[in-house]
């Protein structure tokens, strides 16, 4: 089965430093690998995905995910972090199961410190 | 933009009641899931449908159900509330065809079962 794993449950970072969200999964298939934010009392909104192509990916608000073959990696990464980005971010994978299903990771929350 | 809607943003029900969750999606998509969430669970998915009147089950989907009866619309009915069930209730939709279509999602309900 189709799976992603988060392992730390929340990452703190001081505002205007880099971000990094860790993401490593497993798959049978091609790797569609996705991530999404959740900001307080509200639905995902999707970030980015790696179908295939170049391995750095850019998304949304200035977020971009490095995919890694060799490590089955796709961290999510933000150059300087706002205050704004302090949120739950979800990593997922498709799952090959059948029907656009994905299975999604923990979450990670993010905790930006101005 | 896609939009997904959800009926309600809050509920409160008493245990053994019949709950009823909407979900309305605007962008003609096949595929609609509903998700629950919990902390330092992730997502889970409960059911999904790829078509009218077609539905699946997810990894949970005991003491649920669904009905599509329209292409928008995917409800989700919890046949007797319990109080395991109280939990966040999100809905998502994706497209058909290509095997990496994003899913978006609603904001949300958050079901409390008393």
């Known amino acids: 089965a189709q799976s992603v794993a988060q392992p730390e449950d929340q990452v703190n970072v001081a505002e205007g430093n880099p971000l990094t969200v860790k993401c490593t999964y497993s798959?049978?298939?091609?790797?569609?690998l996705f991530w999404y934010v959740q900001y307080p009392n509200r639905g995902l909104q999707f970030l980015l995905k790696?179908?295939?192509?170049?391995?750095l990916v850019k998304g949304s608000y200035g977020f971009e995910a490095e995919f890694n073959k060799s490590q089955t990696s796709f961290h999510l990464k933000k150059p300087s972090a706002l205050v704004s980005d302090s949120a739950l971010y979800f990593c997922a994978v498709r799952d090959w199961g059948g029907n656009n299903r994905l299975a999604f990771g923990k979450g990670n929350q993010v905790v930006v410190i101005p | 933009d896609v939009k997904v809607t959800q009926s309600s943003r809050y509920l409160v029900k008493r245990t053994g009641e019949k709950v009823f969750l909407e979900c309305v999606q605007d962008?003609?998509?096949?595929?609609m899931f509903w998700y629950r969430q919990d902390p330092g669970l992730g997502l889970r998915l409960i059911y999904f449908s790829y078509d009218v009147k077609m539905k699946e089950k997810g990894d949970i989907p005991e003491g649920y159900s669904v009905s599509r009866e329209k292409k928008e619309r995917f409800s989700l009915i919890l046949e007797s509330a319990s109080t395991n069930q109280t939990s966040m209730y999100l809905c998502?939709?994706?497209?058909?065809?290509?095997?990496?279509?994003?899913?978006?999602f609603g904001p949300g309900t958050r079901l409390l079962v008393l």
């Open positions: 998502a939709s994706s497209a058909d065809g290509t095997s990496q279509e994003t899913q978006y």
């Open positions: 962008m003609d998509h096949e595929n």
């Open positions: 798959v049978s298939g091609n790797p569609y």
């Open positions: 790696y179908i295939t192509g170049d391995n």
